[in-house]
């Protein structure tokens, strides 16, 4: 009976509460004449960044950012400037202020990522939490991030995040402040390894920035003759100027629920297969994780599947197999994280049964396939593997000679036991003969 509301809940909040699909929309941001673009590498002088997996995020940035400066550059109708060439200190409010002083449309701020636990992965664009440039960012979030879809990144979304003055990344608060669109992208996670191989040489970082120039030509419409390219008529993400995107906002609960429900299992191969359902009505989910002992430890984790943060929908269930370790009973605990990084975790799944269970010993002795032969037993002696069923057959041979010989022997001892007491038998028949003559001779020379 719990199974059923179970299910009823996953359907009523699938059906209900997650958005649709994204329409294509007008640009927002009204723009006249040539667009005025800032790019900010972002870090720098003793602010190096994230110094994971080998990298510098400092370096990293400047990398990208330059490669994004040369490509905008060949765009019509446009100003592009750096916050800053030289690897310096620079304060975000500094930066805004740049921004402002050569009357900039939007500032891009470029960054890399990394995770505490180095868990995380995926690309993300955060954005302002005031209108209107909550709408904006979310327009050009959409573009960039589809683009790293396409790639291969998971998609981690165009999100908020709120601080004790409002939002909480700097570049963005002071940048808005001064009524700069501002938003930061964060292009992956360079301390996981299905991140790391877009970002481990300097042709990939400078490929982010020729990516990152893409997206913003789209979201400003340009045009090129040079890349012959002509974005003009291009539509954009459906976003309001009066009121924040839903798939932007803050999420801070978990997901309402997560449950493990059995399907079925192998325990002669080692497969689990169970279904997992789980629901959040805030945002999308965007990963899971499982662990095979009651939540001791958990494997890394995985996408969510059908997760879709841009437009914030995801499969409600889905299948997972599982390959038991053998001589296990499993304890199954499923974590649903949504695009927060929250979590839930599910119900647990305990199997009564071990998978893969070592075979138990015949009583009889003797193992049996089934194709009715006997099951080799490998044993080792002085360093060397022996087929137990040879070494038993050599075994038996060498017991039926043992038994010929030792059969041989007895008979040639009784022969010889039988000859010696024939021997004595016959010089003990020739000494009584010697005597009965003897005696028999004196008796004639007695009568003589």
């Not at 017991?399 to 007895?410: I, K, T, W």
Request: net charge negative; aromatic share 10%; hydrophobic share 35%.
């Amino acid at each position: 009976m719990g199974r059923i509301w179970r299910t009823m809940l996953v359907l009523i909040l699938s059906g209900f509460l997650l958005p649709g699909k994204v329409l294509a929309a007008p640009r927002l941001q009204e723009t006249t004449g040539k667009k005025v673009i800032v790019i900010d590498p972002g870090h720098g002088g003793e602010n190096r960044g994230t110094i994971e997996n080998n990298h510098e995020e400092k370096l990293m940035t400047m990398t990208t950012a330059l490669a994004m400066y040369e490509e905008l550059l060949q765009y019509d109708d446009v100003e592009v400037y750096l916050t800053h060439t030289e690897d310096v200190d620079m304060p975000l409010k500094k930066r805004a202020e740049f921004a402002q002083s050569v009357e900039a449309d939007f500032l891009f701020s470029i960054h890399y990522n990394a995770s505490l636990n180095h868990e995380l992965f995926g690309s993300e664009v955060w954005v302002s939490s005031v209108p209107p440039y909550n709408g904006y960012g979310y327009q050009f979030g959409y573009e960039f991030l589809s683009d790293m879809r396409d790639q291969g990144l998971l998609v981690r979304g165009v999100k908020t995040r709120l601080g004790d003055h409002g939002d909480y990344y700097g570049i963005i608060r002071e940048s808005v402040a001064l009524d700069i669109p501002a938003v930061i992208i964060e292009h992956c996670h360079v301390d996981e390894e299905r991140d790391a191989s877009y970002c481990d040489d300097e042709e990939k970082l400078k490929a982010f920035g020729r990516a990152d120039a893409a997206a913003v030509a789209r979201y400003f419409g340009l045009k090129s003759s040079s890349l012959n390219v002509d974005y003009s008529d291009y539509s954009l993400a459906e976003a309001s100027a009066s009121s924040n995107v839903g798939v932007t906002l803050v999420d801070s609960t978990e997901p309402e629920i997560c449950v493990l429900d059995f399907l079925n299992a192998d325990y002669e191969t080692g497969m689990l297969e169970l279904t997992v359902s789980a629901e959040d009505s805030d945002s999308a989910l965007l990963y899971y994780s499982y662990s095979l002992d009651g939540g001791r430890t958990f494997r890394p984790r995985e996408a969510w599947p059908g997760s879709d943060t841009l437009t914030g929908s995801y499969e409600s269930s889905f299948l997972l197999q599982l390959e038991i370790p053998p001589n296990t009973s499993p304890e199954v605990i499923v974590r649903a994280y949504n695009m927060y990084d929250l979590y839930t975790e599910s119900n647990l799944y305990q199997s009564l049964q071990v998978f893969r269970p070592d075979p138990e010993p015949d009583p009889s002795g003797d193992s049996v396939l089934e194709h009715g032969e006997e099951e080799p037993e490998i044993q080792i002696v002085n360093g060397d593997a022996i087929d137990q069923q040879a070494a038993d057959e050599g075994k038996e041979g060498m017991g039926l000679y043992a038994f010929v010989m030792m059969s041989l022997a007895f008979i040639l001892a009784v022969l010889f036991i039988m000859i010696v007491f024939q021997y004595i038998a016959y010089r003990k028949y020739k000494r009584n003969r010697r005597h009965c003559r003897k005696e028999a001779g004196d008796i004639w020379d007695q009568q003589k």
